[in-house]
Protein backbone atom coordinates (compact mmCIF):
# COMPACT_ATOMS: atom_id res chain seq x y z
CA UNK A 1 0.00 0.00 0.00
CA UNK A 2 2.66 2.35 1.01
CA UNK A 3 4.37 1.86 -2.60
CA UNK A 4 0.99 2.61 -4.63
CA UNK A 5 0.63 5.47 -2.15
CA UNK A 6 4.69 6.95 -3.44
CA UNK A 7 3.44 6.04 -6.65
CA UNK A 8 0.46 8.33 -6.34
CA UNK A 9 2.05 11.03 -5.21
CA UNK A 10 4.57 10.81 -8.36
CA UNK A 11 1.51 11.13 -10.46
CA UNK A 12 0.11 13.90 -8.82
CA UNK A 13 3.47 15.91 -8.32
CA UNK A 14 3.93 15.82 -12.27
CA UNK A 15 0.38 16.86 -12.41
CA UNK A 16 0.27 19.54 -10.32
CA UNK A 17 3.55 20.57 -11.89
CA UNK A 18 2.29 20.44 -15.46
CA UNK A 19 -0.91 21.72 -14.54
CA UNK A 20 0.44 24.88 -13.56
CA UNK A 21 2.70 25.17 -15.94
CA UNK A 22 -0.35 25.18 -18.49
CA UNK A 23 -2.65 27.24 -16.41
CA UNK A 24 0.03 30.11 -16.24
CA UNK A 25 0.65 30.45 -20.20
CA UNK A 26 -2.30 32.39 -20.44
CA UNK A 27 -1.65 34.70 -17.57
CA UNK A 28 1.95 35.05 -16.67
CA UNK A 29 3.34 36.01 -20.24
CA UNK A 30 4.41 39.16 -18.67
CA UNK A 31 5.68 37.77 -15.51
CA UNK A 32 8.51 40.35 -13.74
CA UNK A 33 12.10 38.48 -13.91
CA UNK A 34 12.84 37.31 -10.02
CA UNK A 35 15.27 39.78 -8.16
CA UNK A 36 18.62 38.88 -8.25
CA UNK A 37 20.11 36.73 -5.02
CA UNK A 38 17.46 33.74 -5.08
CA UNK A 39 18.69 30.16 -4.04
CA UNK A 40 17.44 28.22 -6.93
CA UNK A 41 16.03 29.55 -10.53
CA UNK A 42 12.51 29.31 -10.76
CA UNK A 43 11.37 26.13 -12.34
CA UNK A 44 13.33 24.70 -9.21
CA UNK A 45 10.55 26.59 -7.35
CA UNK A 46 8.03 25.08 -9.09
CA UNK A 47 9.11 21.35 -8.98
CA UNK A 48 9.78 22.44 -5.01
CA UNK A 49 6.07 23.64 -4.53
CA UNK A 50 4.51 21.18 -6.93
CA UNK A 51 6.11 17.89 -5.05
CA UNK A 52 5.20 19.51 -1.37
CA UNK A 53 1.89 20.05 -2.69
CA UNK A 54 1.80 16.35 -3.81
CA UNK A 55 2.97 14.68 -0.56
CA UNK A 56 0.49 16.67 1.47
CA UNK A 57 -2.92 16.22 -0.51
CA UNK A 58 -1.46 12.38 -0.98
CA UNK A 59 -1.47 12.02 3.16
CA UNK A 60 -4.65 13.61 3.50
CA UNK A 61 -6.32 11.33 0.54
CA UNK A 62 -4.72 8.09 2.76
CA UNK A 63 -6.55 9.25 5.24
CA UNK A 64 -9.73 10.93 3.92
CA UNK A 65 -13.02 9.47 4.24
CA UNK A 66 -14.19 10.19 0.68
CA UNK A 67 -13.42 8.76 -2.33
CA UNK A 68 -13.74 9.85 -6.23
CA UNK A 69 -15.26 13.19 -6.88
CA UNK A 70 -16.11 14.30 -3.31
CA UNK A 71 -12.42 13.95 -2.23
CA UNK A 72 -11.14 15.80 -5.56
CA UNK A 73 -13.35 18.39 -4.93
CA UNK A 74 -13.09 18.77 -1.51
CA UNK A 75 -8.65 18.58 -1.73
CA UNK A 76 -9.24 20.96 -4.49
CA UNK A 77 -10.94 23.54 -2.68
CA UNK A 78 -8.06 23.10 0.61
CA UNK A 79 -5.51 23.28 -1.91
CA UNK A 80 -6.66 26.81 -3.14
CA UNK A 81 -7.88 28.58 -0.04
CA UNK A 82 -4.16 27.62 1.43
CA UNK A 83 -1.68 28.08 -1.40
CA UNK A 84 -3.21 30.78 -2.75
CA UNK A 85 -6.52 32.60 -1.91
CA UNK A 86 -5.42 33.44 1.39
CA UNK A 87 -2.17 34.62 0.53
CA UNK A 88 -3.88 36.72 -2.33
CA UNK A 89 -5.90 38.39 0.23
CA UNK A 90 -2.94 39.39 2.32
CA UNK A 91 -0.89 40.33 -0.66
CA UNK A 92 -3.76 43.03 -1.66
CA UNK A 93 -3.64 44.45 1.50
CA UNK A 94 -0.07 44.97 1.52
CA UNK A 95 0.57 45.88 -1.77
CA UNK A 96 2.02 49.38 -0.64
CA UNK A 97 4.98 47.57 -0.08
CA UNK A 98 5.07 44.73 -2.36
CA UNK A 99 3.74 46.88 -5.23
CA UNK A 100 2.39 43.77 -7.47
CA UNK A 101 0.35 44.73 -10.24
CA UNK A 102 -3.40 44.49 -10.23
CA UNK A 103 -3.64 42.49 -13.00
CA UNK A 104 -0.85 40.08 -11.89
CA UNK A 105 -2.87 39.56 -8.83
CA UNK A 106 -5.91 38.87 -10.48
CA UNK A 107 -4.19 36.54 -12.99
CA UNK A 108 -2.43 35.05 -9.79
CA UNK A 109 -5.67 33.71 -8.73
CA UNK A 110 -6.93 32.80 -12.03
CA UNK A 111 -4.09 30.53 -12.90
CA UNK A 112 -4.11 29.05 -9.52
CA UNK A 113 -7.60 28.24 -9.78
CA UNK A 114 -7.52 26.08 -12.98
CA UNK A 115 -3.96 24.69 -12.24
CA UNK A 116 -6.42 23.22 -8.19
CA UNK A 117 -9.46 22.33 -10.58
CA UNK A 118 -7.01 20.31 -12.79
CA UNK A 119 -5.37 18.51 -9.54
CA UNK A 120 -8.95 17.85 -7.74
CA UNK A 121 -9.66 15.79 -11.27
CA UNK A 122 -6.67 14.02 -10.89
CA UNK A 123 -7.34 13.08 -7.11
CA UNK A 124 -10.42 12.17 -8.06
CA UNK A 125 -9.26 9.93 -10.44
CA UNK A 126 -5.94 8.34 -8.57
CA UNK A 127 -8.59 7.75 -5.40
CA UNK A 128 -11.43 6.68 -7.22
CA UNK A 129 -11.71 3.52 -5.04
CA UNK A 130 -11.05 2.49 -1.44
CA UNK A 131 -12.73 2.34 2.13
CA UNK A 132 -15.28 5.14 2.59
CA UNK A 133 -17.12 5.93 5.79
CA UNK A 134 -19.99 8.62 6.53
CA UNK A 135 -18.30 11.67 7.56
CA UNK A 136 -17.95 13.26 11.09
CA UNK A 137 -20.48 14.92 12.52
CA UNK A 138 -19.83 18.81 13.74
CA UNK A 139 -21.64 20.84 16.48
CA UNK A 140 -21.49 23.81 17.20
CA UNK A 141 -21.21 25.62 13.54
CA UNK A 142 -22.68 28.85 15.22
CA UNK A 143 -19.88 29.96 18.06
CA UNK A 144 -17.26 27.79 16.81
CA UNK A 145 -15.95 30.14 13.49
CA UNK A 146 -15.70 33.01 15.37
CA UNK A 147 -13.11 31.10 17.97
CA UNK A 148 -11.68 30.18 15.57
CA UNK A 149 -11.02 33.58 14.29
CA UNK A 150 -10.02 34.75 17.45
CA UNK A 151 -7.45 31.95 17.71
CA UNK A 152 -5.96 32.84 13.99
CA UNK A 153 -5.94 36.43 15.42
CA UNK A 154 -3.42 35.62 18.36
CA UNK A 155 -1.26 32.95 16.59
CA UNK A 156 -0.98 35.17 13.43
CA UNK A 157 0.11 38.38 15.78
CA UNK A 158 2.39 36.47 17.93
CA UNK A 159 4.46 35.13 14.91
CA UNK A 160 3.89 38.62 13.20
CA UNK A 161 5.35 40.63 15.78
CA UNK A 162 8.43 37.94 15.95
CA UNK A 163 8.44 38.53 12.02
CA UNK A 164 8.24 42.36 12.27
CA UNK A 165 11.13 42.55 14.43
CA UNK A 166 14.02 40.91 11.93
CA UNK A 167 16.01 43.59 10.42
CA UNK A 168 15.09 41.67 6.75
CA UNK A 169 11.40 42.44 7.07
CA UNK A 170 11.49 45.55 9.13
CA UNK A 171 13.31 47.00 6.62
CA UNK A 172 11.36 46.28 3.83
CA UNK A 173 7.91 47.34 5.50
CA UNK A 174 8.33 50.31 5.10
CA UNK A 175 4.59 51.44 5.22
CA UNK A 176 4.04 48.83 8.37
CA UNK A 177 3.84 51.77 11.16
CA UNK A 178 1.62 53.09 9.32
CA UNK A 179 -1.21 50.23 9.16
CA UNK A 180 -4.23 50.91 11.04
CA UNK A 181 -4.70 48.42 13.84
CA UNK A 182 -8.44 48.49 13.66
CA UNK A 183 -7.89 47.69 9.71
CA UNK A 184 -5.04 45.09 10.40
CA UNK A 185 -7.50 43.40 13.29
CA UNK A 186 -10.80 43.26 10.78
CA UNK A 187 -8.31 41.80 7.96
CA UNK A 188 -7.36 38.56 10.08
CA UNK A 189 -10.06 38.36 12.05
CA UNK A 190 -11.49 37.82 8.20
CA UNK A 191 -8.67 35.25 7.17
CA UNK A 192 -9.40 33.77 10.82
CA UNK A 193 -13.19 32.69 9.12
CA UNK A 194 -11.87 31.93 6.04
CA UNK A 195 -9.31 29.46 7.39
CA UNK A 196 -12.43 27.69 8.87
CA UNK A 197 -13.39 26.20 5.69
CA UNK A 198 -10.40 24.21 4.67
CA UNK A 199 -10.36 23.54 8.89
CA UNK A 200 -14.17 22.16 9.03
CA UNK A 201 -13.41 20.23 5.57
CA UNK A 202 -10.48 18.33 6.90
CA UNK A 203 -12.42 17.67 10.53
CA UNK A 204 -15.24 16.09 8.96
CA UNK A 205 -13.29 13.86 6.21
CA UNK A 206 -9.93 12.77 7.93
CA UNK A 207 -9.94 9.81 9.79
CA UNK A 208 -8.38 9.01 13.52
CA UNK A 209 -8.25 10.11 17.14
CA UNK A 210 -8.24 13.86 17.42
CA UNK A 211 -4.77 14.53 18.05
CA UNK A 212 -3.97 12.73 14.72
CA UNK A 213 -6.57 14.90 12.71
CA UNK A 214 -5.29 18.34 14.36
CA UNK A 215 -1.53 17.39 13.34
CA UNK A 216 -2.54 16.43 9.81
CA UNK A 217 -5.02 19.91 9.23
CA UNK A 218 -1.74 21.71 11.17
CA UNK A 219 0.73 19.97 8.40
CA UNK A 220 -0.97 21.31 5.76
CA UNK A 221 -2.11 24.78 6.74
CA UNK A 222 1.59 25.19 7.54
CA UNK A 223 3.30 23.46 4.55
CA UNK A 224 0.68 24.37 1.67
CA UNK A 225 1.39 27.80 2.56
CA UNK A 226 5.13 28.42 3.39
CA UNK A 227 5.63 26.11 0.13
CA UNK A 228 4.78 29.46 -2.34
CA UNK A 229 7.48 31.21 -0.34
CA UNK A 230 9.89 28.63 -1.93
CA UNK A 231 8.92 30.55 -5.75
CA UNK A 232 11.57 33.27 -6.34
CA UNK A 233 9.76 36.50 -7.14
CA UNK A 234 10.67 39.64 -8.43
CA UNK A 235 8.24 41.80 -5.26
CA UNK A 236 9.74 40.23 -1.92
CA UNK A 237 13.61 39.34 -1.31
CA UNK A 238 14.86 35.87 -0.54
CA UNK A 239 15.97 36.87 2.95
CA UNK A 240 12.09 38.46 4.02
CA UNK A 241 10.86 35.28 2.41
CA UNK A 242 12.70 33.53 4.72
CA UNK A 243 11.44 34.94 7.86
CA UNK A 244 7.88 34.93 7.00
CA UNK A 245 8.85 30.79 6.14
CA UNK A 246 9.64 30.51 9.70
CA UNK A 247 6.73 32.60 10.74
CA UNK A 248 4.01 30.63 8.67
CA UNK A 249 5.60 27.53 9.19
CA UNK A 250 5.06 27.62 13.12
CA UNK A 251 2.02 29.45 13.57
CA UNK A 252 -0.09 27.86 11.24
CA UNK A 253 0.82 24.59 12.62
CA UNK A 254 0.00 25.91 15.83
CA UNK A 255 -3.46 27.41 14.55
CA UNK A 256 -4.40 24.42 12.39
CA UNK A 257 -3.74 22.05 14.94
CA UNK A 258 -6.04 24.27 17.74
CA UNK A 259 -8.46 25.33 14.88
CA UNK A 260 -8.72 21.71 14.04
CA UNK A 261 -9.16 20.57 17.73
CA UNK A 262 -11.80 23.20 18.21
CA UNK A 263 -13.76 21.91 15.32
CA UNK A 264 -13.72 18.45 16.04
CA UNK A 265 -14.52 18.98 20.09
CA UNK A 266 -17.74 18.03 21.41
CA UNK A 267 -18.50 15.83 17.55
CA UNK A 268 -20.04 12.60 17.05
CA UNK A 269 -17.68 9.56 15.04
CA UNK A 270 -19.77 7.64 12.97
CA UNK A 271 -16.93 5.17 12.42
CA UNK A 272 -14.94 2.22 14.24
CA UNK A 273 -11.41 3.68 12.40
CA UNK A 274 -11.62 7.00 14.49
CA UNK A 275 -12.06 5.23 18.01
CA UNK A 276 -8.42 5.88 19.71
Given at each position: ???????????????????????????????????????????????????????????????????????????????????????????????????????????????????????????????????????????????????????????????????????????????????????????????????????????????????????????????????????????????VRCVHLAEIGVSNLVFGCLASLVWISGSTS???????
Amino acid sequence: MKGIAFIKAAVLAIVLLAAGMVAGLPFHWDVVPAAKGEPWPIFTGLVLVAVIGAGVLTVLAERTRWRGWKLGLALALVLFLIESGLSEIEAAAFNNDLKIPLAMLVNGTASSLIRDLIAGVAIALLWRKGDTSPARLLRGLWWKPPVIAVVYFVCYFTAGLWAFAQPATHSFYVHGPQISLVFLSELELGRGLVWCIPAYGLARGLRGPGWSIALLTGMAFSLLMADQLLLPNAFMPWPVRCVHLAEIGVSNLVFGCLASLVWISGSTSRSSADRP
